[in-house]
C-alpha cells in the first residue's frame, strides 16, 4: 500500500499533501485582503467609497492606473516577505506569487494583461549585498505563469538610494527622485512588480520615469499592500 507524501504549509506548519501548493487552503484563505481598494493605488477607501482616484493618488500625481495587490502587509505576510527578501526565503517568495499569479489571472482578461513585467530595480551594489532583487524572483514567476515578457533591462537604478524603510514620506519621495532611467523604446502596457508598497515613492518615481520614457499604460503588481507609517 502506498504512503501518501506529505510536506508543511509555510505558514502554520500543518501537514499537507506534498502536490499541493505550501500554504494551506486555510492560510490562503487566512490572508487580509484590501477592503474597498483603490482601483489605481491599492489603498484602502473608506467603506461605501467608489472612485477611479484616491487622494493618494491626486497627492502623488500617481502614473499607475491598475493595481493588484496579494494581500494587505499584516504580520503574517510580514514574516514571510521578511524571510524571502533578507534571508533568501525563495520557497516563500515562490509561493507568495504564485498566489499573486492566481489573483491577477482572476482581476483581467487575458487580452487586458500587459505587454512586458519589469520588476523594480536594485543598484548592483545592494544586489551583491543581498545576493538577489526580491522582485525579480517574484516576476520571474508572474512571467511564467502568465506569459509575459520578462524585462529586468528596460529599467535601471542609477544610485545607490538610502533604505526606505528609515525615511518619513517627504524623504522618501526626494531619495527616489531621479534615481531611475529607462530603455527606449518601451512596450506600450507595462507592470511593475515589487515585494511590498508602503508609501509608493518608489513606485511612483519608477513609474514616472516609464511613462516619460513612452509607455502609455502602467500596472502596479505587490504581494503586500501597506498604509504609510
Known amino acids: 500500500m502506498l504512503s501518501l507524501q506529505v510536506s508543511v504549509c509555510i505558514i502554520c506548519k500543518a501537514a499537507i499533501d506534498i502536490h499541493s501548493p505550501d500554504i494551506c487552503v486555510s492560510c490562503q484563505n487566512a490572508l487580509a485582503t484590501i477592503p474597498n481598494p483603490c482601483p489605481r493605488c491599492g489603498l484602502s477607501l473608506p467603506q461605501g467609497v467608489m472612485a477611479e482616484k484616491c487622494g493618494n493618488c491626486r497627492t502623488m500625481n500617481w502614473r499607475v492606473e491598475r493595481c493588484v495587490a496579494l494581500c494587505c502587509y499584516d504580520r503574517t505576510v510580514s514574516l ?3 524571510k524571502f527578501k533578507y534571508a533568501a526565503g525563495l520557497t516563500e517568495g515562490y509561493h507568495l506569487s504564485q498566489l499573486l499569479a492566481r489573483k491577477i489571472t482572476h482581476a483581467y482578461h487575458p487580452t487586458e494583461l500587459p ?8 543598484h548592483w551594489r545592494r544586489s551583491i549585498e543581498r545576493g ?3 522582485s525579480n524572483e517574484i516576476a520571474r514567476v508572474l512571467s511564467h505563469r502568465l506569459n509575459i515578457t520578462y524585462a529586468p533591462r528596460l529599467a535601471k537604478r542609477l544610485r545607490a538610494t538610502s533604505p526606505q524603510a528609515q525615511l518619513n514620506i517627504q524623504a522618501r519621495r526626494r531619495n527616489v527622485k ?3 532611467v529607462c530603455r527606449a523604446p518601451l512596450p506600450h502596457k ?3 512588480v515589487d515585494d511590498v508598497v508602503t508609501t509608493g515613492s518608489t513606485i511612483s ?4 520615469c516609464l511613462a516619460n520614457g513612452g509607455a502609455q499604460h502602467i500596472h502596479l503588481w505587490c504581494l503586500g499592500r501597506r498604509d504609510a507609517v
Open 80 to 82: 514571510l516577505v521578511q
Open 178 to 180: 531621479g534615481a531611475f
Open 132 to 134: 538577489f532583487n526580491q
Open 205 to 208: 518615481a519608477l513609474a514616472n
Open 115 to 122: 505587454q512586458a513585467i519589469i520588476p523594480v530595480p536594485l
Open 190 to 192: 507595462i507592470a511593475i
